[in-house]
């Protein structure tokens, strides 16, 4: 069509070289058109003959250019196509969403057919409502509160900045010099958080909300405090809430058993989803998980990244998101079900790789990682292991680590 | 890690650590880099394999790998590196997961850790907060070889691999390192592993690694 447009374009200026070329209805792009310039009038002519088959290489050159632009055409439309289906489901799930399941939330979210719709992914524009009401408020955080931590943080900011440092008797046990550090801590790695995105960072849009939240969690909760990973979290929610909402959904999000014990960096606690992990891994990929064990492939080397923030820096971000809404459904058990999925996944790949391989593989994702696909070989992934469910393994596991705790001492002596 | 106060912003404190392993006739050498946040620490590992500046990094969360077979002296030695987190809280947690050849090479004593301090961001020197003098007299005194990097220049990144591996590498042609000693302390490596898996509350916080 583009080509049409040119070649039908009758009136322009006619250049020297325009002359030459006038009676072809097409325009070339490309140094193509040489071959039918003359020669330059120092050097001899062309012979009819050679004109004539230069002329006949140009047509056949037009031909599949046309060729070429009819199919690249109708690659586009179909592609245009894909895209009005998708828009449209998409736009039907919204209705969907909005005028149906919102409206009736506590009768309707755990119905099969909402579990379906879920799984196929929220709409970006209730994603934020959506993961708001399956996170819940069980911490009762009001906007109120939000401001108060923010305005506490901003205090801090302030003091630290222009050199005092006294120290609340609120906070004590925790040093001026821990909090500068951790505030510190929060500035550098808001500029390392998306850089690519370029919104979280110094003079971006999304900036000052993250150091907003960050800084006010820290002055919410004092006993953790900032850690490494926390940003990610924090970035992902801010795209799809207001600052207030996001900052409750993030409190509520950490206060979860899972993620209180990674950001408490509870090591035993840590160690018993890992083993947990691997109940489920061997169960589901007998042959996968041997392999690993041979290489001492150990599941911290990967989980860690991917617990701690909830797949966001490893995965694409529409397909973080897409794991992120079944985890704010399904919780923790959800995040080791889709390390699951994506071990299955490159199941084949994994098992030729040594260790090194591996651990460069799983913590450096492909970037171009399918959805669709992922999200099969997540649904095949088994989350059952001898008819015990997650909860039921882990509690087991928990105890026993407990017991053996508690006996250590005496076995010592 | 012991480096007391002194560091200014500017100072990475990336340690580069290894142990000998015998694999096939060929080394394989494992490096460790560990400092604090936003020393360069992922960005040295990316110059060093990539052979450029990683601009838009994000941090690190956990442990990030690299690999690179480099030829020093005529001989092959590939070099696993591991790129650590650099918040305090989170270092602990990589320390245990690394602990099968940290304990490992604890054990074995210290000449057998090879560790180079570099001073990272050589290329900001308007900003420099720590002297040349001050952070090699520092090396001397704890027996560490230095060097002044820059991840963004490239200066010196592929130096201080390359020296540690030489160090190695000469220490094993001295017999100061028996790879083949090395070789049996594996299998001795793995058994700790599990003894320090296991009684968790009596090793809530992995040791200091290094040996100095």
Known sequence: MEYEDKAGRPSRPPSPKQNVRKHLDFEPLSTTALILED??????????????????????????????????????????????????SIGNAVLTWNNEILPNWETMWCSRKVRDLWWQGIPPSVRGKVWSLAIGNELNITHELFDICLARAKERWRCFSTGGSEVENEDAGFSAADREAS??????????????????????????????????????????????????????????????????????????????????????????????????????????????????????????????????????????????????????????????????????????????????????????????????????????????????????????????????????? | MGWGDAEGMLWTRGLLWERVWNAVGNFLFKFLVIGSAGTGKSCLLHQFIENKFKQDSNHTIGVEFGSRVVNVGGKTVKLQIWDTAGQERFRRETYNSLAAWLTDARTLASPNIVVILCGNKKDLDLEREVTFLEASRFAQENELMFLETSALTGENVEEAFLKCARTILNKIDSGELDPERMGSGIQYGDASLRQLRQPRSAQAVAPQPCGC
């Open chain 1, 39 to 88: 020669r330059p009038a120092n050097l001899p002519a062309k012979p009819a003959e050679e004109a004539q088959k230069h002329r006949q290489q140009y047509e056949e050159m037009v031909v599949q250019a046309k060729k070429r632009e009819l199919k690249e055409a109708q690659r586009r439309k179909k592609q245009l196509e894909e895209r009005c289906r998708l828009e449209e």
């Open chain 1, 183 to 413: 505030l510190e801590l929060i500035k550098l790695d808001i500029s390392r958080t998306f850089p690519n995105l370029c919104i979280f960072q110094q003079g971006g849009p999304y900036h000052d909300m993250l150091h907003s939240i960050l800084g006010a969690y820290t002055c919410y909760r004092p006993d953790v405090g900032y850690v490494q990973g926390m940003s990610f979290i924090a970035a992902v929610l801010i795209l799809n809430l207001d600052t207030a909402d996001a900052f409750i959904a993030f409190s509520n999000l950490l206060n979860k058993p899972c993620q209180m014990a990674f950001f408490r960096v509870d090591h035993g606690l840590m160690l018993t989803y890992f083993a947990a992990f691997e109940v489920f891994f061997e169960e589901n990929l007998p042959k996968l998980f041997a392999h690993f064990k041979k290489n001492n492939l150990t599941p911290d080397i990967y989980l860690i990244d991917w617990i701690f923030t909830l797949y966001s820096k490893s995965l694409p971000l529409d397909l973080a998101c897409r794991v992120w809404d079944v985890f704010c459904r399904d919780g923790e058990e959800f995040l080791f079900r889709t390390a699951l999925g994506l071990l299955k996944l490159f199941e084949d790949i994994l098992t030729k790789m040594d260790f090194i391989h591996i651990a460069q593989f799983l913590t450096r994702l492909p970037e171009d990682l399918p959805a669709e696909e992922l999200f099969a070989s997540i649904a095949t992934v088994q989350m059952q292991s001898r008819n015990k469910k997650w909860a039921q393994v882990l509690t087991a596991l928990q105890k026993d680590s407990r017991e053996m705790e508690k006996g250590s001492p005496s076995l010592r002596h």
